[in-house]
């Protein structure tokens, strides 16, 4: 079973800063990406940023220039460094990793954390 804890949500004024963390646990061959996720209320999820085992990253636009993506790959731990905050950035942000369990596995999984709650207050 794999698993991913998610930590460092929480309320911040608008223009403050908040590091999310994630770390991928249990039996797992290989992680080849990882990155967040987001939901707002009354909306679907969507990407905020992903990062690949060779370190390219991918960010929404509307968070680039003020999140910044980065892992760990000792650690199976992936980081997101959030500063700039608007009111618009809240919302539950979920952890994903693609990778095989086994090294059998046919091919990448998607796996995902609970979700923490970030809040950006006007």
């Known amino acids: 079973q794999v698993q991913l804890v998610e930590s460092g949500g929480g309320l911040v004024q608008a223009g403050g800063s908040l590091r999310l963390s994630c770390a991928a646990s249990?039996?797992?061959?290989?992680?080849?990406?990882m990155g967040w996720y987001r939901q707002a209320p009354g909306k679907q999820r969507e990407l905020v940023a992903t990062?690949?085992?060779?370190?390219?990253?991918n960010y929404a636009d509307s968070v680039k220039g003020r999140f910044t993506i980065s892992r760990d790959n000792a650690k199976n731990t992936v980081y997101l460094q959030m500063n700039s905050l608007k009111p618009e950035d809240t919302a539950v942000y979920y952890c994903?990793?693609?990778?095989?369990?086994?090294?059998?596995?046919?091919?990448?999984?998607?796996?995902w954390g609970q979700g923490t709650q970030v809040t950006v207050s006007s």
């Open positions: 990062i690949i085992s060779g370190g390219s990253t």
């Open positions: 249990g039996t797992i061959f290989s992680i080849n990406a």
């Open positions: 994903n990793a693609k990778g095989r369990r086994f090294s059998y596995s046919p091919a990448d999984a998607d796996y």
